[in-house]
């Protein structure tokens, strides 16, 4: 981030005298900021009043994830009449994004196939109490559609002529689940770290983390590749994950993805 960012209150009262550093900003109006440097670093993710961001639910995802899989932990959290807030601890590696990385793409998309395969083979189905399933997020996307909250002018421009009824109409018609996994439910290039010899050293938010079929994931995850690197990289990160493309789901997920919050 390479513009002045404003300090909510209380990431400067959590910092008192340490540096603090912007990293994350999303369309919503969240932040996130490093706070303190060496063995004090930890994070900060900020979400202010009416942005719609829930950062109660990736607390809990995160506590529960964090037994499992390498997460960042929750230190503490609370919220004020500015926003909510959650502090955590730093999880080794550097984003996925970054303009090392950026510079080595092929690098990048493999550690993202296997850091996503190794979370979902790590986290236990049957132990989750989080879903994801397409059916959840359609029920959502329809109660969203009547109060006049579903915007196509915010979609993918591939999804935008279709208007709100035809797709809704669409997902509709889900897939069968290729298998289910517990998702991360936002696998999207920023959200996985690497270390500096470039492979996945851990997963950033959680806050819709569920189970769902895989293909919720990996459609997202090669959307991003495609945004963050350029266009090329799909195949070879599903061949790092361990999967043979489907355009079916890929393209019935994609869609969902743009009808979510």
């Not at 340490?18 to 060496?38: D, I, K, S, Y």
């Not at 063995?39 to 202010?48: H, N, T, Y």
């Not at 049957?126 to 969203?144: G, K, L, N």
Request: charged fraction near 20%; hydrophobic fraction near 45%.
């Amino acid at each position: 981030m390479h513009y002045p960012v404003r300090v909510p209150s209380i990431i400067q009262q959590i910092a008192e005298r340490e540096t603090v550093r912007p990293v994350w900003e999303n369309e919503l109006g969240g932040r996130t900021f490093a706070v303190g440097t060496g063995s004090a670093l930890r994070f900060v993710k900020w979400a202010p009043v009416g942005s719609g961001m829930d950062l109660q639910a990736e607390v809990v995802r995160l506590r529960w994830a964090a037994a499992f899989v390498r997460v960042p932990r929750v230190m503490y959290h609370g919220l004020d009449k500015e926003g909510s807030w959650i502090v955590t601890t730093a999880v080794p590696g550097e984003n996925a994004v970054s303009d090392r990385w950026r510079a080595d793409p092929a690098t990048a998309v493999t550690a993202i196939g296997r850091g996503l395969r190794a979370m979902h083979d790590g986290l236990p189905v049957a132990a989750c109490p989080f879903s994801w399933s397409a059916e959840d997020r359609i029920a959502d996307a329809r109660r969203r559609a009547a109060s006049g909250c579903l915007l196509p002018a915010r979609w993918h421009a591939v999804h935008q002529p279709l208007g709100v009824v035809r797709a809704l109409e669409l997902v509709a018609d889900s897939p069968d689940v290729d298998k289910l996994v517990v998702c991360h439910g936002d696998a999207c290039a920023p959200n996985t770290l690497l270390t500096d010899v470039g492979t996945c050293s851990g997963h950033v938010d959680l806050g819709a983390m569920g189970v769902a079929d895989r293909w919720a994931d990996l459609a997202v995850a090669t959307w991003s590749a495609e945004w963050n690197y350029g266009p090329g990289w799909e195949r070879l990160l599903l061949d790092s994950y361990g999967v043979s493309p489907d355009p079916h789901r890929t393209r019935y997920y994609r869609l969902l993805w743009d009808l979510d919050p």
